[in-house]
């Protein structure tokens, strides 16, 4: 897929969904993206497919969204093509709306998190129906540093609750693993050499279970948060990121998007 990009097989009834640009820290190009929803597809697709496993290559889960793919490098080459309109159209696609449609996959997933998982690396993992982390996992939104509230799928008041998100918002700190786990965003936290023997039991115990229960009970779930709120939420603010946008080009002439690239220097620490 895309130059392998992601890497996908199933083994007794789990898919299992690699993200592989380690080089890059799994930072998502569109090329990665629209592979990784071409894998989520086929794992749905496939009825030998239970659970589905998402996971990563190298050090870390996800550095976020690459923006030297989303942006062009040359300010001048970016001001006729990052409008608004065309960031709006670009990540209600790929950031938005392939996260929502992966969320509502029928069928459970998890995420095996290690490393950083930044801003648009949330978006891979928010998603997934459970979050085993790494002790050596962090998560973080700081895109408050580009001038933006947070990332385009808001799923920090519902992960975190209304204080801690705000927190996590305003300050842009990394949240530890423990943390998440307190905070009830990450089901459980397992030595980093033991995340995908741990990932990999669970989704094997999960898979002996009824498909058709499975799909049941995610959908139980799903629909209650949706009757609070969390569908017509993300929705309204996906918007209010868009003024982010909008606010950066009124005051620059500059995407906000070029403003990003001083912000992931943590991926590169030992």
């Known amino acids: 897929m895309s130059d392998d990009l992601i890497l996908y097989e199933v083994n007794e009834r789990i898919a299992t969904i690699t993200l592989n640009r380690p080089e890059a820290a799994n930072a998502q190009n569109p090329e990665l993206l629209d592979a990784l929803d071409a894998a989520w597809d086929r794992a749905a697709d496939d009825p030998e497919v239970r659970v589905i496993v998402l996971q990563a290559n190298g050090k870390h889960f996800s550095s976020g969204h690459d923006i030297r793919a989303v942006g062009a490098s040359d300010p001048a080459e970016a001001l006729p093509k990052m409008t608004v309109e065309r960031i709006y159209e670009v990540e209600a696609r790929r950031f938005l709306g392939y996260s929502m449609k992966w969320r509502n996959i029928p069928k459970p997933s998890i995420a095996a998190v290690q490393g950083v998982c930044i801003a648009g690396g949330l978006l891979l993992a928010w998603p997934c129906d459970l979050i085993i982390a790494a002790d050596n996992a962090t998560f973080s939104d700081p895109v408050i540093n580009m001038g933006i509230g947070g990332v385009e799928y808001h799923g920090h008041t519902w992960e975190w609750g209304p204080r801690k998100a705000k927190e996590m918002l305003f300050t842009g700190r990394k949240m530890t693993a423990h943390e998440a786990e307190q905070l009830g965003m990450v089901n459980r936290v397992v030595a980093l050499d033991d995340l ?16 058709f229960a499975l799909r049941q009970a995610k959908r139980a779930v799903n629909q209650t948060l949706d009757v609070q709120g969390f569908y017509a939420a993300v929705q309204a603010v996906f918007d209010i990121h868009q003024n982010g946008h909008g ?22 620490k030992p």
């Open 196 to 211: 995908r023997s741990a990932t990999r039991e669970l989704a094997a115990e999960i898979a002996t279970k009824h498909p």
């Open 247 to 268: 606010h950066a080009l009124s005051e620059s002439g500059l995407p906000i998007l070029m403003l990003f690239n001083d912000m992931k220097t943590e991926i590169n």
